[in-house]
């Protein structure tokens, strides 16, 4: 019998790209179901277009913030704060979990400490804030590092804690010195804990976000909304809402994926 030419896949390839094309409609079908609710719901006449506006009107809402130029200008802001206090707080968690994860008397001395931080919500800072840093960015950037950088450390102090002993003992039997094990052994072992805690960082970065903006703010997409609220602009506060919600799955996504680069030995 004669092999089938080599540019027509086999059954079995076949059977393997339908279950893949079919998990990449799984998050546009829901998409779709979503909207469908939506617009059943909004012409319905149960509630009224100003509590709850039409995906027509969101739209319509959306086109117009960008044609003034306000959207523009707020996503340049808010992007600008989220980058900023992002990286500040991964920066400042990374370098605080590995301490506090490998070196006892930082663990002891600030663990508690940072414990005790984790439960105060973003909002609750933000007058703080503005009497330390003003009502200028500085304020901004620290609600939105300090959240994440306590999600951070948190995440990477467990990673660090918790290295599988017997991977730390066969290290310095071979010989490795102190700086290697941490590279070679702690770090990689510690990775997939610190990539949780950098994606957690990324929603928290958001939410804190808008947090800071809704006072003390005179642009970005939280001084927006509460502008939006004192209109009653439910259409331009939808439009807001699934503005950020993609805005953090989008970076969310870019994240995990950077994450799958770099830690690829997790999926082996």
Same mark, same amino acid.
């Given at each position: 019998?004669s092999?089938?030419?080599?540019?027509?896949?086999?059954?079995?390839?076949r059977r393997r790209?339908s279950?893949?094309?079919?998990?990449a409609l799984?998050?546009?079908?829901?998409?779709?179901?979503v909207?469908?609710?939506? $617009?059943?719901?909004?012409?319905?006449?149960?509630?009224?277009? /100003?509590i709850?506006?039409?995906?027509?009107? #969101?739209w319509?809402?959306?086109?117009?913030?960008?044609?003034n130029g306000?959207?523009?200008?707020?996503?340049?802001?808010?992007?600008?704060?989220?980058? #900023?206090?992002?990286g500040?707080?991964?920066?400042?968690?990374?370098?605080?979990?590995?301490l506090?994860?490998?070196?006892?008397? #930082?663990r002891?001395?600030?663990?508690?400490?940072?414990? &005790?931080?984790?439960?105060?919500?973003?909002?609750?800072?933000?007058?703080?804030?503005?009497?330390?840093?003003?009502?200028?960015?500085?304020?901004?950037? =620290?609600?939105?590092s300090?959240?994440?950088?306590?999600?951070?450390?948190?995440?990477?102090?467990?990673?660090?804690?918790?290295?599988?002993?017997?991977?730390?003992?066969?290290?310095r039997?071979?010989?490795?010195?102190?700086?290697?094990e941490? $590279?070679?052994?702690?770090?990689?072992?510690?990775?997939?804990? /610190?990539?949780?805690?950098?994606?957690l960082?990324?929603?928290?970065?958001?939410?804190?976000l808008?947090?800071?903006? &809704?006072?003390?703010?005179?642009?970005g997409l939280? =001084?927006?909304?509460?502008?939006?609220?004192?209109?009653v602009?439910?259409?331009?506060?939808?439009?807001?809402?699934?503005?950020l919600?993609?805005?953090?799955?989008?970076?969310?996504?870019?994240?995990?994926?950077?994450?799958?680069?770099?830690v690829?030995?997790?999926?082996?």
């Open positions: 019998m092999e089938p030419p080599d540019h027509i896949p086999s059954q079995g390839a790209r279950p893949t094309r079919a998990r799984l998050p546009l079908l829901s998409f779709v179901f909207l469908g609710l939506w $617009c059943a719901v909004a012409t319905s006449g149960v509630v009224r277009e /100003i709850f506006p039409a995906p027509w009107s #969101v319509s809402a959306t086109v117009e913030m960008w044609r306000t959207l523009q200008k707020d996503l340049a802001a808010s992007l600008s704060r989220a980058a #900023v206090g992002y500040l707080g991964a920066a400042l968690g990374v370098a605080m979990g590995v506090s994860g490998r070196i006892a008397p #930082v002891v001395l600030l663990g508690p400490f940072l414990s &005790l931080l984790r439960p105060i919500p973003a909002i609750a800072l933000v007058p703080v804030a503005i009497v330390w840093f003003g009502i200028g960015e500085g304020a901004k950037y =620290f609600v939105v300090y959240t994440v950088f306590l999600t951070v450390w948190f995440n990477t102090h467990q990673g660090m804690a918790y290295v599988p002993q017997v991977w730390l003992r066969a290290a039997s071979l010989g490795a010195s102190r700086l290697r941490l $590279c070679t052994v702690v770090l990689p072992a510690a990775a997939p804990h /610190i990539l949780a805690g950098l994606r960082g990324v929603a928290l970065a958001f939410l804190s808008v947090a800071a903006e &809704l006072s003390g703010a005179s642009s939280g =001084f927006r909304l509460q502008e939006a609220r004192q209109y602009r439910t259409d331009r506060m939808f439009a807001l809402l699934i503005i919600g993609l805005l953090g799955a989008l970076a969310d996504q870019a994240v995990a994926w950077l994450g799958r680069k770099l690829h030995w997790e999926r082996a």
